[in-house]
């Protein structure tokens, strides 16, 4: 089944704890993505990748980092999380760009106490 | 910059039809889309619409697009109860190299019987 995974589903931490949310697809997809979301806020896009090692900022980069060894994976780290980093993380995937389809994750809720 | 505004609610009776708004502020989109996010899931696209297009029907669905006035919305007819979800307008803004979809904050939709 062609689908976007995101590991964990949910994850309490502690500010300053080191995490990864990760990412994959099975779909050959070139463009990835990862957004959060927010209260009255939509999703706001992170950072995005066009294909193996080239990845680029998007709205709201600050505290997160990301890397794309791999086609198939897109993880999301954040160095020291701290309390506003806590919201719902999405990641998506795409055939070839933006204005391809984007298949979307089933999220990732984070709370960072 | 770009902005997708949206109400954040929408309660309709099953049966009825109901209708999403959209604003938006970027000219030159050439896609708008409309998500829906049911609860505890991710994004599913429902359906699309070129910039030059005015109206496209989609069974139960009418996306009808206002270049003048940057107005989308999103008609269902006869709904249901599993329509209840969030919705999301968003729009495509490409530069350079790239683009990123901005979302609307969402309107949440709920069908009572």
């Known amino acids: 089944e062609a689908q976007v995974t995101q590991n964990p589903r949910y994850l309490i931490t502690v500010t300053g704890k080191k995490l990864t949310v990760t990412c994959s697809q099975n779909m050959n997809h070139e463009y990835m993505s990862w957004y959060r979301q927010d209260p009255g806020l939509g999703l706001r896009q992170i950072y995005y990748s066009m294909n193996v090692e080239v990845t680029d900022k998007g709205d709201v980069p600050e505290g997160y980092k990301v890397s794309r060894k791999e086609k198939r994976n897109f993880p999301l780290i954040l160095e020291s999380p701290s309390p506003n980093q806590t919201s719902l993380y999405f990641c998506?995937?795409?055939?070839?760009?933006?204005?391809?389809?984007?298949?979307f994750g089933p999220g990732t809720r984070l709370t960072v106490l | 910059g770009e902005d997708v505004e949206q109400s954040l609610f929408l309660s309709v009776r099953e049966g009825d039809s109901s209708v999403i708004n959209c604003t938006y502020t970027?000219?030159?989109?050439?896609?708008l889309y409309w998500y829906k996010q049911e609860p505890g899931a991710g994004l599913q696209l429902l359906t699309y619409?070129?910039?030059?297009?005015d109206m496209k029907q989609d069974q139960r669905l009418t996306v009808l697009l206002n270049k003048k006035d940057k107005h989308l919305s999103l008609r269902i007819a006869d709904t249901q109860t599993g329509d209840s979800a969030i919705y999301f307008c968003a729009e495509i803004t490409i530069y350079n190299q790239g683009g990123k979809l901005i979302f609307g904050q969402g309107t949440e939709l709920s069908v009572k019987p």
């Open positions: 970027d000219s030159s989109s050439t896609y």
């Open positions: 619409i070129f910039s030059n297009m």
């Open positions: 998506a995937s795409s055939l070839a760009g933006i204005t391809d389809t984007q298949y």
